[in-house]
């Protein structure tokens, strides 16, 4: 239990796990009721998060989804909110966590309509500190940028959404030890809140912001830490609306891709820790203060994965720095088995307790 109070911010800057009214009041229920026991599926029912988002910037500037990394549902639910015509009305950038901000004139040209090399754009999400233990080299990443791109295509420059690089502009052409790495790790919720401050807040606009649960969860009372979203709040006082994640045996009946308020159902006062798709971080404590809302993409067993082709690896360019970059990290990753060799696309569902006892 005490393991969720070892430093938050300690946990996430080494790893990438990886209300729809004004604070404080009673948010609507964007799906069904809460504790009905008979549900039926609709086609409406693949917008339910584009609902929940929208209806939520009516009285926030700020909405947060928490991204489980790589897994294909999220990203597809992900893609339908995105794709829906209603959001570039109401959001103006999207802060991601899979983007090294060095490379933030890249992305700028990218979804604005320019040519940009393929090169060089996936220095984008190769670069960014997580590497090499992720590379971020699933598919859904790089289809949600070039997704951005599509919908901008035919949107006036005022009305076109930017994609803001949120991880710290770590080059690692000029890295050499651990400590230079450790460095840019430290910042990466810091780096996050300081790039909504100055291009959405101080700008007086709207971003929707991609990262992370441990990221974007609003710290429980009393907690100083959290992630990038927690020093947000704490700093400016904008009340960010966060929407987790979550998978439970008591939401099975529920559709795909519902969007469940938690003040005022069962889930506010839930234990975090015993949902899917949660960090074990956030064992014993309740949902409810974590996040503001919950999407429910089904259990983890139906679930899958966004994996990468192992044939990017045969790069000899690519794996060298790789090998390299691991070198410098203590050679921690197995890159042969992780990258090189063909994985399930089912979602690893874990065995064993979820929460320590």
């Not at 796990?17 to 948010?27: C, E, F, N, R, S």
């Amino acid at each position: 239990m005490e393991s969720r109070r070892l430093t938050r911010r300690g946990f996430m800057a080494v790893t990438g796990a990886g209300a729809v009214a004004m604070a404080g009041a009673t948010a609507p229920w964007i799906g069904p009721s809460a504790d009905a026991e008979e549900r039926g599926g609709s086609q409406r029912d693949a917008r339910q998060l584009a609902d929940a988002v929208l209806a939520a910037f009516k009285h926030h500037r700020l909405v947060a989804i928490g991204e489980i990394h790589g897994q294909q549902e999220h990203h597809d639910a992900l893609q339908v909110m995105l794709a829906d015509p209603r959001l570039p009305e109401v959001v103006d950038d999207i802060v991601v966590e899979f983007g090294n901000a060095l490379y933030q004139p890249t992305m700028d040209r990218f979804v604005a309509g320019p040519a940009v090399e393929n090169a060089e754009l996936r220095l984008v999400w190769r670069n960014t500190t997580q590497s090499p233990m992720s590379t971020w080299d699933a598919p859904v990443y790089e289809q949600l940028y070039r997704l951005v791109r599509a919908i901008n295509w035919p949107l006036p420059p005022a009305k076109q959404i930017r994609v803001l690089l949120g991880d710290p502009p770590i080059d690692w052409a000029r890295v050499t030890t651990r400590d230079d790495v450790i460095a840019f790790l430290a910042e990466r919720d810091d780096h996050m809140a300081s790039v909504v401050r100055m291009e959405v807040l101080d700008k007086g606009r709207r971003a929707l912001i991609c990262y992370g649960s441990v990221h974007v969860a609003h710290a429980p009372a009393g907690d100083p830490g959290g992630g990038g979203v927690a020093q947000i709040e704490q700093e400016t006082g904008q009340h960010v609306y966060v929407i987790l994640a979550g998978g439970h045996p008591r939401l099975s009946s529920y559709p795909r891709r519902t969007v469940i308020p938690c003040r005022g159902t069962w889930l506010e006062s839930a234990d975090a820790g015993q949902f899917g798709y949660m960090p074990s971080l956030f064992c014993g404590t309740t949902l409810g203060s974590l996040a503001d809302a919950v999407l429910y993409l089904g259990q983890e067993k139906d679930q899958t994965q966004s994996l990468w082709n192992p044939a990017i690896y045969l790069d000899p360019e690519y794996w060298a720095e790789l090998q390299r970059r691991n070198a410098i990290m203590g050679n921690h990753v197995d890159l042969e088995k992780q990258y090189r060799q063909v994985q399930s696309v089912r979602w690893p569902v874990p065995t064993g307790p979820r929460c320590p006892s």
